[in-house]
């Protein structure tokens, strides 16, 4: 009767186990993240120590919770925004290292390389965002995600407000995926909205500094709106010398696809108020940003997070979450995992993962305050809109990630 009873009991114990979702049993081995970057370089205030930073907070929000009795270990290097460079420093951390997963990655050529490396790994790529075409056209949905912003969607959030019928564009971009992405990309949205784009030059990315040829072909356009796809020191050197020309002043009106809230520091509001900017995060933008913006500042000192820094935090703690609740760092089991949870985080609001591994959440587009509404250090945007999820992406029934088929 005793036996029966214990058997009883342990059935019972079991079913009230599954029934209340009790973690998996923390994996054996050391879970290893590596965060491959630019520390150096032009996109380094977006990125860099800020990144490996925001790693290491989401690490330690999840031990305490969901990762609890869990090892893990954070593995940082930089790239110096070179391709061939970031391969070798993965390929080293997942063939000697064990490294499970990586994240930051930024600049899209190297994230183009990665998403391979990783696919012929078998390992994971967790992308804070980027070019639009790691979700898409070079989908690998079964080992990355591409989480916080993509260039698609700072596509949507430029447009939409200012493409009207009796618009008419000029695109001044960076020479390589990304810009190109958003060249393509924003050229489509803003012929469905009836405006037309009279024209659009290339620069070499990193470029010394000098964008007058660029810029004077931008201003003899004639376009209503001069929109810039350029990113960190070739942003900021960009929008002085326009300042200086006389761009934004008239009717010509300038618009930033990727201006960031760590260039309008670089910049000051002096040059960059009345921009229009899409972000997929702001540190003041409700109370659950504000606490996690200043948890950061502490740590780095420097500034607030920006997107991408709030994009690897929130990825990193998703993929530990996953793996704690897999009990495992194989990657079919994480990825399932990464798919099925809810994500919550003090950075997303309303996110939800889709079958091509683009992340799709709320984004919001912000005016640059003047230096008199500032108020206090980093207070830099006033909200205009939120983009609904459901808007805010390329819609998935125009994807043509092969993986979908």
């Not at 993509?150 to 971009?173: E, H, K, M, N």
Request: charged share 20%; glycine share 8%; proline share 4%.
């Amino acid at each position: 009767m005793d036996r029966l009873f214990s058997r009883l009991g342990l059935a019972a114990l079991l079913t009230m186990s599954a029934v209340a979702g009790v973690a998996a049993a923390p994996p054996s081995k050391t879970v290893k993240i590596g965060v491959v970057t630019d520390m150096s370089g032009s996109l380094a205030a977006q990125s860099g120590r800020g990144s490996v930073i925001a790693a290491q907070m989401a690490v330690d929000d999840c031990l305490a919770k969901e990762c609890a009795g869990m090892t893990i270990e954070i593995l940082s290097a930089d790239h110096q925004n070179k391709p061939d460079i970031a391969v070798n420093i993965v390929r080293k951390w997942v063939d000697v290292d064990g490294v499970d997963a990586v994240t930051d990655i930024i600049q899209a050529a190297v994230q183009l390389a990665i998403q391979n490396l990783m696919k012929e790994k078998n390992r994971i790529a967790l992308f804070p965002g980027g070019t639009a075409r790691l979700a898409n056209e070079d989908c690998a949905p079964q080992t990355s995600v591409l989480w916080m912003w993509d260039t698609y969607g700072q596509a949507v959030g430029i447009t939409r407000p200012l493409a009207t019928p009796d618009s008419s564009w000029f695109f001044v971009a960076a020479d390589y995926a990304f810009g190109n992405s958003l060249i393509a990309d924003a050229t489509g949205l803003v012929q469905k909205a009836g405006g037309r784009v009279v024209g659009s030059v290339r620069h070499p990315f990193n470029a010394t500094g000098d964008f007058a040829s660029y810029l004077l072909q931008a201003q003899n356009s004639g376009a209503s709106v001069v929109a810039v796809g350029s990113t960190g020191g070739d942003l900021i050197n960009m929008l002085k010398q326009a300042r200086e020309f006389g761009l934004g002043k008239g009717k010509q009106k300038i618009a930033s696809f990727v201006l960031t809230l760590p260039d309008v520091a670089a910049l000051g509001l002096d040059i960059t108020q009345g921009v229009t900017v899409n972000e997929a995060f702001y540190w003041n933008m409700d109370a659950q940003a504000r606490e996690f913006g200043k948890r950061f500042l502490a740590r780095y000192e420097k500034a607030m997070p920006s997107t991408i820094q709030a994009g690897v935090y929130s990825v990193t703690l998703h993929y530990l979450k996953a793996v704690a609740a897999a009990g495992t760092t194989d990657t079919a089991a994480v990825m399932k995992k990464i798919h099925e949870l809810p994500i919550s985080d003090a950075t997303i609001r309303n996110g939800t993962l889709r079958p091509d591994g683009r992340m799709v959440h709320d984004s919001y587009l912000f005016r640059v305050k003047s230096p008199a509404e500032s108020k206090e250090p980093f207070d830099f945007y006033d909200l205009q809109a939120t983009i609904p999820a459901k808007d805010a992406f390329r819609p998935l029934q125009e994807s043509v990630c092969a993986a979908l088929k």
